[in-house]
């Protein structure tokens, strides 16, 4: 377990709620296709080297200078067909910038010309296919029924459709968001590592049974995943919408207070009554992908689903791998004056570093 967590601590920062997508809107009228890709300024600046001067920040001249090599990166890695006939283009939208919850994104409109009235579209998407192989296309026709789809670089054409099922994709985001998510990965292995201890007045002692320890753990995972799947859901459907900073602030704070509880409990009440209160925080984190689609209504139930069973998915994988060995390891020595301490103060360290970042738009860790 403490080689699992001292890997995870000395990856970039970057891996801090940062997975890559882009985002693609189809609006269809008979023939005519209009397609918006934004695609996120960091990911075109780790393969076109954006940052002409080095100093870490992307200015607009900087952006607006590259702007034909970002619409050849956009054309080589993204086409698409319409009953295996290719549209002809009708011309291109004029450069611009948008923010979304993961940073800011370059957006590129096109127009189309197709050879009969689209009901599909097979997409071949292949963009940062060889330098990101997290990175993943969402997909939805603006307007239609059918669910948004998950593209994945280098898969070959994929249907996006008025009656298309995308919920497999979606599961497998939410995967992929939770794994990608190191603030998230962080406090649940915090949890884990006294979920199988019990306090005694200022500190912890370890439980006598491992049934009273996954039942501690299940306490914890349910009140967590009750928690943020409320605010997941608010915050994918625009409900609420609290700045993205705050939340990722907040989201490190969560971290740290978590890791000083494990080294000197001083949180009151029930574990599972804080771990439901910063629960509702990872929640807003969690809607990033589905927020930046903007679905609404029944649109979003079905991804919203499939997004939640895969964040769920995740964390019981990170659980199902951490609970065996801390239920091991629970009343010995090296885990108690060591284990336990050093990869919560890790942790707290770690955290505290993300909450300057993030509440200071600093940057501490490269």
Known sequence: MIRALILLLFCTSAWAHQSSEAYLRYRVDGAEVEQRLDVALRDLDRDL????????????????ARWGDIERLASDGLRFTVDGAACQSNGAGTPQLDEHSDGMHAVLVTRWRCPAAVQALAIDYRLFAATDAGHRGLARLVGAAGEPLVLV????????????????GFVFEGMAHIASGLDHLLFLA????????????????????????VVETLKLVTAFTVAHSITLGLAASGAIDPPSRWVESLIALTVLLAALDNIRPFVPGPRWAMVGLFG?????????????????????VMPLLGFNVGVELGQLAAVALLLPVA???????????WIVPGASGAVATLATLWLAERSLALQLLQ
Request: proline letters at 5%; aromatic letters at 6%; charged letters at 20%.
């Open 327 to 337: 239920l091991l390891l629970r009343g010995r020595t090296v885990y108690r004056r």
């Open 190 to 213: 915090t949890l884990i590592l006294v979920a199988v201890w019990k306090r005694d007045g200022a500190g912890w002692v370890p439980r006598l049974s491992g049934r009273s320890a």
């Open 153 to 168: 670089p280098g898969a070959g054409p994929q249907t996006l459709s008025a009656s298309g099922a995308g919920l497999a």
């Open 49 to 64: 080297g954006l940052d002409a001067d080095g100093d870490g920040v992307l200015s607009w001249g900087e952006v607006r």
């Open 280 to 300: 509702l925080v990872h929640g807003v984190g969690f809607a990033g992908p589905l927020k930046d689609l903007g679905l609404r209504g029944a649109e979003l």
